[in-house]
Each structure stands twice: as C-alpha cells, then as structure tokens.
C-alpha cells in the first residue's frame, strides 16, 4: 500500500481477504512477556486481543489511512491463498488478564494506521519517526 501511495508499485496481490485474523500489536505482546517473566513459576497463557478482522478489512483501513480505494489497487491471487487455510484464527486473553493484570492497548484501527505510517516513513527514508 505505501508503495502504491509513493507511486512505486500498482498493485496489491493478497490471498483470502475474507480470512479473520487476530491482528496486535507487538509492544502490547512485549509487555504481556515481561510481566510472564515477572511470575514466580512459569505457567502458560495465550496472548490475543480477541477480536478478528478480516484482511479486508485491514486494506480498507490501511488504504483509507493514505485516502486510496484499496478496490482500485488490491488483486486476489490464488498462489497466495494456503493450502489448509483456517479461516478464523482468535485467541482469549482471560488468563493473562486474570494472572498478570495484562490486556491489550493498542485497537486494530490505530495499529493499522501505524503500520501504514511506519511503512510510508521507511520508503521515504524517515527513519526518526519510525520509534513507535
């Protein structure tokens, strides 16, 4: 998408835009691993924001972000769909809520729109504003 924005490419090619997907954001799971290593015995957690959105969803978002129709730019193409595809993947959070006081931060939208900024940034070699 960035490169579509910047000019460098004209296209997109995804897979399955109707598969769901727990998207998070990885500062969010950082914290989730430092407050695991902060327990006293190691004990297991599943760390999810527990919602799923589809990839269409996300390049309505990440295009949108750039004002683009991601319908214009997005092309579905079989060789990237997978072969055993699991059409919904989402964890629950409740233990390491319960457990370690951890839930996540960071709403889908503003984590989309981070990842386009960071994107748009790096192809424009602004590396000082990619200290998310």
Request: hydrophobic share 40%; net charge negative.
């Amino acid at each position: 998408m960035a490169k579509i924005k910047l000019g460098m490419a004209d296209e997109l090619r995804l897979g399955n835009l109707d598969a769901q997907r727990d998207w998070g954001f990885a500062g969010d799971y950082v914290d989730a691993m430092w407050r695991m290593l902060q327990q006293d015995s190691p004990d297991d957690y599943v760390i999810s924001t527990g919602e799923t959105h589809t990839v269409r969803s996300f390049c309505e978002l990440a295009f949108g972000r750039v004002d683009l129709d991601w319908e214009q730019y997005v092309k579905v193409d079989e060789k990237f769909f997978r072969p055993a595809e699991v059409d919904l993947l989402v964890g629950t959070h409740e233990k390491a809520t319960a457990t370690l006081g951890w839930k996540p931060s960071t709403p889908f939208p503003e984590l989309v729109n981070m990842m386009v900024d960071a994107d748009i940034a790096l192809l424009n070699g602004d590396l000082k504003h990619l200290s998310h």
